[in-house]
T-cell receptor, first 113, second 112 residues
Framework: AQSVSQHNHHVILSEAASLELGCNYS??????LFWYVQYPGQHLQLLLK??????LVKGIKGFEAEFIKSKFSFNLRKPSVQWSDTAEYFC???????????FGAGTTVTVRA | DGGITQSPKYLFRKEGQNVTLSCEQN?????MYWYRQDPGQGLRLIYY???????QKGDIAEGYSVSREKKESFPLTVTSAQKNPTAFYLC???????????FGDGTRLSIL
């Protein structure tokens, strides 16, 4: 079975600090990788995705993620967070062209003004 | 606007009752999904459907049932066999297996 691990359950930062959230998966084949964000009171929305090509992908709101195949990782980064980045972040993985998508447990990010 | 509509937003159930959560999408997506979200556990897949009249069990299907009679609709029934039904339920849809999922706003189910 495929599993997705997010290393941090809760991260607390000050504004302008850098953010990195870890994500590792267990499946060894070709995968599609996603980061979703859930702002307080809102529905889940796509932050960025990786299917193929450049392993460094840019998403919305200044986020980026790097796919390192040898480490089975897809870590999310943002150089300078804002208070509005307070949210829950989910990493998700599916096999290429497989309809099933597996999610990590999520990381709650709290940014203090 | 295209999107996914889940109803109701809040639902209360007495113990021993079945209850059905609605999910409708007008995105013309082929695949639809039901997830359960619990604090600290992320999203766990209950059922998913790739095409009409076909669906597969996810990781935690016990105590749940679904149907997919129409492309735009994928209702989830939480049966009395589900021992811990209190949770936040999310419906999602996806155009194909290589596209990201779109999510509804969720239904929060509570047991009285």
């Amino acid at each position: 079975a495929q599993s997705v691990s997010q290393h941090n359950h809760h991260v607390i930062l000050s504004e302008a600090a850098s953010l990195e959230l870890g994500c590792n998966y267990s499946y060894g084949g070709t995968v599609n990788l996603f980061w979703y964000v859930q702002y307080p009171g809102q529905h889940l929305q796509l932050l960025l995705k990786y299917f193929s090509g450049d392993p460094l992908v840019k998403g919305i709101k200044g986020f980026e993620a790097e796919f390192i195949k040898s480490k089975f990782s897809f870590n999310l980064r943002k150089p300078s967070v804002q208070w509005s980045d307070t949210a829950e972040y989910f990493c998700a993985v599916s096999r290429s062209n497989d309809y099933k998508l597996s999610f990590g447990a999520g990381t709650t990010v709290t940014v203090r003004a | 606007d295209g999107g996914i509509t889940q109803s109701p937003k809040y639902l209360f159930r007495k113990e021993g009752q079945n209850v059905t959560l609605s999910c409708e999408q007008n995105l013309n997506h082929d695949a639809m999904y039901w997830y359960r979200q619990d604090p600290g556990q992320g999203l766990r897949l209950i059922y998913y459907s790739q095409i009409v009249n076909d669906f597969q069990k996810g990781d935690i299907a016990e105590g749940y049932s679904v149907s997919r009679e129409k492309k735009e609709s994928f209702p989830l029934t939480v049966t009395s066999a589900q021992k811990n039904p209190t949770a936040f339920y999310l419906c999602a849809s996806r155009l194909t297996g290589s596209q990201p999922q779109h999510f509804g706003d969720g239904t929060r189910l509570s047991i009285l």
